[in-house]
């Protein structure tokens, strides 16, 4: 759907993207990530054709968007930051007036009818703009983002300012937009990448970094693959039966307190243990009373990525050693 190659721009001397290449495809999720100044707002400008590229090319749904700009258009719809939104308008008014801006050639009426209802704006089509609530507004952005059923949706930090409940609906939006739209969604919120986004891609000083799911880019910047465990029980039996299971690698003791012991298991490379340590204590009648996994989170993942004290030959270090274990 969205094709970038060697994109590159270059500010009379300061590069802020420099020379990257990926592909967005059908109905999937992106999570475009980068700290201020990283390039991710220049790319994104590019690809909907608010900026000119020094050098590469961006096409989206085949149409190049230099050479063919109004095409490219009309298969994107974008949320900026700040939505744009004509406040002394009415949410009817301001839908209307951006209908016939993108000239668009479907039914009027069942279409923006159709918007507002997915986006939940329905109770509100009547009211003005600037009486609505933060969340309301950025409901209208999205809706006016989707006017004319574009197959592209790029959303900039579309939650921004919004309170709990209303970035869960947003979210649930753009889960449910992800069905039949390509999304690509910009936040600095890891979290809610981590829960919306098929795949993420952190750029840092205009250069990918990291392309792939989050579970992926966890399993392969984390040292290691550990679950830790805490059973109830005694710390000799537990060894014991632990030393039991195939596919254990390591068995590391970290704690005990009030006849609760805790440990790092590691398993071996291709093993998942879980069902196999719940059946080992249920067998030996000790509890775990907690399990959880060692691996890295998006926001840890970032840091590493995007802190300079991390370069890229020690990620490279990091995915190669990764590697190496899983083919052992």
Known sequence: MIEIKNLTKDYGGHI???????????????????????????????????????????????????????????????????????????????????????????????????????????????????????????????????????????????????????IIEIRNLVRMLGKNHTVILSSHILSEIQAVCDRVIIINKGKIVADDTPKNLSNNLSNDLSLSVVFEGEKEEIIKALKQVNGIKTIDFVKEKDGECEFNIEPRAGYDIRKQLFDTASLNNFAILKMSSNSLALEDIFLRLTDESYSAEAIKRSLKTKKDKEEK
């Open 16 to 166: 802020a993207v420099d020379d990257i290449s990926f592909v967005v495809n059908d109905c999937e999720i992106l999570g475009f990530l980068g700290p201020n100044g990283a390039g991710k707002s220049t790319a994104m400008n590019i690809i909907t054709g608010y900026l000119s590229a020094t050098k590469g090319s961006v096409s989206v749904n085949g149409y190049d968007v230099l050479e063919q700009p109004i095409e490219v258009k009309q298969e994107i719809g974008y949320l900026p930051e700040l939505p744009p939104l004509y406040l002394d308008m009415t949410v009817k008014e301001y839908l209307n007036f951006v209908f016939d801006l993108k000239k668009v050639k479907l039914p009027k009426g069942p279409h923006i009818e159709e918007i507002c209802k997915l986006v939940g704006i329905k109770d509100v089509y009547h009211r003005l703009i600037k009486n609505l609530s933060k969340g309301y507004r950025q409901r209208v952005g999205i809706a006016q983002a989707l006017i004319g059923n574009p197959k592209v949706i790029i959303l900039d930090e579309p939650t921004v300012g919004l309170d709990p409940k209303q």
